[in-house]
Structure formats: structure tokens, C-alpha cells
């Protein structure tokens, strides 16, 4: 058992985030006590998409290429369309989501950003849910789609849009706060 005030989180994004969806777990986490670190390909700066538009500039505290999934807790990926759809074809991003996920650690994915888990090969027989325009994305790689809130597979946590953040990070804590989770088949 880890408590969410001596927890490291990783939140992996690049331009293009929902801003809210990496604000509202960044700044509730911090509050909890949490160490929180944001990555991004090459470390720079991440723009984020706002009311369908280009929203604020967000500091970035490592780059992807530098994060070792064994110093983490958990990894916090943000939706939007673009992030996610562009964290798919990183190579190094998949290999983070697939390290987080095969040491049993934590992964929080909201909106667009169960991609990634379908990049990464792990959504098959898990329940899981997601922004309703990539349920079939979810479906097809094998998943049990269903429309509520916050749903957790064996350590993985999703949720389908900003009006859920509330659930999303309640559950993130809930779950670093559960520890490790052993994951042979969903």
C-alpha cells in the first residue's frame, strides 16, 4: 500500500492535451501531496487545446526518453484528439505505456486517451470506457466498452471526458493507494 502523499505520477502528454484533463489531476494530485511530473517527447513545453482552441503553454518536467517506469507509482495520460493520436506513433511513448502497464503500475487514461492502452496492447477483455468516439477503436482491440464515468480494471482506470474528472482522480488515489496490481490477463 502506497498513501497518494508519498506517490511519484507521471503524466505523459505532448501538444494538443485537454487542457482540464492534465490541469485538474496535476493540480487535485499536488494537493494530495503527491510528487507529479509531466513528460512530453523531447521535454519541451505542451500546448493545450481549450474551447476548441490553442489554450495555455504547459511546462514539462522530463522527456519522455528520460522517465524510468520504476520511479513511478502511477502514469496519468490526458486525452484530447491530438495528443493521444500523436503519443501513438512515439515509439517511446507506447514502450512507457507497456512498461507501466506489464510492473502492474497504475495507468489513468481519460477521453482519447485509451489509444494509447490499444497501442500498447492492453485492452483486450478488460471493461473499460473512453470518450464515445473511440468506443469502437476500444471494441475492436478487445475490450468491453460501457458508457459510465470511471471504470477500473485490475489497476487500469478510465473515464470518458472532462465532466468525469472528479470520479477520475478520486479513483487514480484510490488505486495508488491500493499499490501494485498483478496483471497476467485482463
Given amino acids: ?12 502528454a505532448t ?20 510528487q507529479v511530473d509531466i513528460a512530453s517527447p523531447g521535454g ?21 526518453t528520460d522517465v524510468r ?47 494509447l492502452l490499444v497501442e500498447a496492447g492492453a485492452v483486450e477483455g478488460r471493461k473499460m470506457t473512453s470518450c464515445r468516439s473511440i468506443r469502437t477503436d476500444l471494441r475492436n482491440a478487445g475490450a468491453i466498452w460501457v458508457d459510465e464515468a470511471v471504470v477500473t480494471s485490475n489497476g487500469i482506470v478510465t473515464s470518458r471526458a472532462a465532466q468525469d474528472l472528479g470520479a477520475f482522480v478520486a479513483k487514480i488515489v484510490e488505486e495508488i493507494e491500493e499499490g501494485r496490481h498483478s496483471r497476467r490477463a485482463a
Avoid at 500500500?1 to 505523459?12: D, H, N, V, W
Avoid at 485537454?18 to 503527491?34: D, F
Avoid at 513545453?45 to 514539462?60: A, L, S, V, Y
Fill in 1 to 12: 500500500m502506497t498513501s497518494i502523499a508519498k506517490s511519484k505520477i507521471l503524466i505523459m
Fill in 44 to 64: 519541451a513545453p505542451i500546448t493545450g487545446w481549450k474551447n476548441r482552441n490553442w489554450g495555455t503553454t504547459q511546462e514539462t518536467t522530463k522527456s519522455l
Fill in 69 to 115: 517506469v520504476q520511479e513511478y507509482d502511477a502514469l496519468v495520460l490526458p486525452g484530447g484528439q491530438m495528443n493521444p493520436d500523436s503519443l501513438r506513433v512515439a515509439p517511446e511513448a507506447v514502450r512507457l505505456v507497456r512498461g507501466f502497464v506489464s510492473e502492474g503500475r497504475i495507468v489513468a487514461a481519460i477521453c482519447h486517451g485509451p489509444v
Fill in 15 to 34: 501538444d494538443g492535451f485537454e487542457q482540464s484533463e492534465l490541469e485538474v489531476p496535476l493540480t487535485e494530485l499536488r494537493a494530495k501531496g503527491a
